[in-house]
């Protein structure tokens, strides 16, 4: 009772925060200027969404009392079975500064979000330098995201995305952000567009959002992924873009404050390796659309651990209509973690299996140009085999609401 | 009988008043609606200063200045509240306003380009691009003077 009391004076200082925070930029607005040559501009987004969970499975998975819908798995975003309505999962406001150097040829951005999830708590998502070459490359260094998803980049920009949140499934990793160097390609040929990406880095996260949901809400586990390597490619014209992304890493992940033990309902003290070192590759393709009213998002992923004797697979397919200022949309996604022989000796057992589908009833209608209203519905059903649902880790079916503005400024 | 007649008379110089006041009242409803749709659906035309060297664009190069596919002028946009906005994007790069500013958010909190920097109006359209002749904007024709060069009109 006390830790829910608390977290709600959080809560209501926070929203007020964020509130103050929202409405001073719609009385200033993004601003620039000028100082020494050095051209600096400052912008910024918010989400003020509140969500309901309207029903579930109903058991108590890790210290999360459900039913659940996690609406972001690398932010332990987690509406649960508490009453009331939760202002946390989504919410968020992010700010941007850029200073532009002379000749316009190098750039200082830096990105800091600060959500709900966390309290208010601000973390730095963005932080590099832009160097730009020539028309077509530009070499970046410094934080970025990592862009294994065609929505990776503008993950926290509500007015950016046609959902409140991102369809769990596909977009719910361990790591989004990365260090390291970005080249940058892009041309024009004709009505198509071509941009390209290289990069390689490293990224380590000592209180990983993404393994709360796996060790409970108060455990530390750090991950880490290192030797990354990959690029994606886009091409576009005025209705069609497609995607495809490769990615490798080393990935090593161990827990380091002891998860929840269901069987004692208390935390377990021996910290435990989640896994080993292991080599990753990644494999994405999207192909989306915006024909004439039509919209079109289609997202397909496979991440192989040859290590590790497993498969993940997911793959989303939305479809929406423009409508003057209203857009409805219905989005279906799956994920599938699959035990699979990949090169192990002995093979693997072939179960169990993790899956769930979900599907997503969206409206979003614009306000202004910089501002939406969004409502969602989603029903998350769990197919998973016997034996993952005996492994407490499986978080059943559940159906949530979820309202939200969004802004940029 | 005099009375009557005389009832007649007014009641006749009332019709022809009213009919007056109708058919004035039609054409000014008429001459309105003319000029609201005028406003509503004015023609969009995209200008240059007078002394840029460029001379013509095509829809679609109109389309990428203003969507950051191509850098080699500088666009500006006509204030949120405006819907000459509105009328511009539609017609040119075929997305809505909403749409398009949707889209620059994602350019530019990806560090992938700068979003049209906003002027107050039209005239302040006109004399920023006729002091610097890498930028570009876009302006109802009725307001087209000396200082500007009609590089496409969108219809």
């Not at chain 1, 406001?93 to 600060?114: C, I, P």
């Not at chain 1, 004709?190 to 990406?197: D, L, P, V």
């Not at chain 1, 009833?361 to 519905?377: A, C, F, G, H, N």
């Not at chain 2, 460029?54 to 666009?75: H, N």
Request: net charge neutral; proline share 4%; with cysteine.
């Amino acid at each position: 009772m006390t830790r829910f009391i608390g977290e709600h004076v959080k809560i209501s200082t926070v929203l007020r925060a964020m509130v103050l925070a929202g409405m001073l930029p719609i009385a200033t607005n993004s601003f620039a200027a000028e100082i020494g040559g050095v051209e600096f501009s400052g912008s910024g987004f918010m989400t003020l969404a509140v969500g309901q969970m309207l029903g579930g499975t109903n058991r108590n998975v890790m210290d999360y009392n459900c039913p659940c819908f996690i609406s972001d798995y690398a932010q332990a975003a987690v509406y649960d079975n508490r009453s009331g309505l939760q202002w946390q999962p989504d919410s968020k406001l992010g700010v941007q500064g850029t200073a532009l150097f002379a000749e316009r040829s190098f750039s200082v951005t830096a990105q800091a979000v600060s959500r709900g999830t966390a309290n208010g708590g601000a973390d730095l998502e963005w932080l590099y330098g832009s160097y730009k070459v020539n028309e077509q490359f530009t070499i970046q260094a410094g934080r970025k995201r990592l862009p294994m998803f065609y929505y990776s980049d503008t993950q926290d920009i509500g007015v950016a995305l046609p959902w409140i949140h991102l369809p769990p499934g596909p977009y719910g990793w361990e790591a989004v952000n990365y260090n390291g160097i970005n080249v940058a390609y892009q041309s024009q040929f004709k009505e198509w567009t071509t941009s390209a990406n290289m990069l390689a880095g490293s990224e380590s996260n000592s209180n990983s959002g993404y393994q709360k949901i796996y060790y409970g809400r108060q455990s530390v586990s750090n991950i880490q992924w290192d030797n990354i390597f990959g690029g994606n490619l886009t091409l576009s014209n005025d209705w069609l873009e497609t995607r495809v992304v490769y990615i490798q890493s080393n990935t090593q992940e161990y827990n380091s404050s002891g998860g929840w033990n269901s069987t004692t309902q208390a935390y377990d003290i021996a910290p435990a390796v989640i896994y080993p070192r292991a080599s990753q590759q990644i494999y994405g393709l999207s192909v989306n659309s915006d024909y004439n009213n039509w919209l079109l998002r289609t997202e397909f992923l496979t991440i192989i651990h040859p290590g590790l004797g497993y498969r993940d697979y997911a793959h989303l397919i939305g479809i929406g209509y423009h409508y003057g200022k209203w857009q409805p949309m219905i989005t279906g996604s799956e994920y599938i973690g699959r035990m699979i022989t990949d090169g192990l000796i002995p093979p693997a057992t072939p179960t169990p299996e993790n899956m769930q589908q979900t599907i997503s009833l969206t409206v979003r209608y614009d306000l202004t140009t910089s501002s939406d209203l969004k409502i969602q519905y989603d029903s998350q059903t769990d197919i998973s085999s016997p034996a993952y649902q005996a492994t407490g880790y499986d978080y059943g079916n559940s159906q949530l609401v979820t309202l939200a503005y969004d802004v940029v400024f | 009988m005099y009375m009557y007649s005389q009832y007649r008379i007014q009641l006749r110089e009332v019709k022809v008043k009213k009919q007056k006041y109708i058919t004035l009242t039609r054409r000014s409803l008429f001459a309105a609606s003319v000029l609201f749709a005028s406003l509503v659906h004015a023609e969009v035309v995209v200008v240059v200063g007078a002394k840029s060297t460029t001379s013509s664009l095509s829809k679609e190069q109109a389309s990428d200045i203003f969507l950051g596919k191509a850098t080699a002028l500088t666009p500006l946009d006509q204030p949120e509240s405006s819907s000459l906005r509105d009328d511009f994007y539609s017609k040119v790069t075929g997305k809505t306003a909403a749409q398009a500013k949707s889209y620059w958010a994602k350019l530019s909190f990806t560090g992938k380009g700068t979003p049209p920097k906003e002027a107050q109006s039209s005239t302040d359209i006109k004399n920023l691009v006729s002091n610097n002749p890498k930028l570009i904007g876009y302006i109802e024709k009725s307001a087209v003077d000396s200082s500007v060069k009609i590089l496409f009109s969108a219809q």
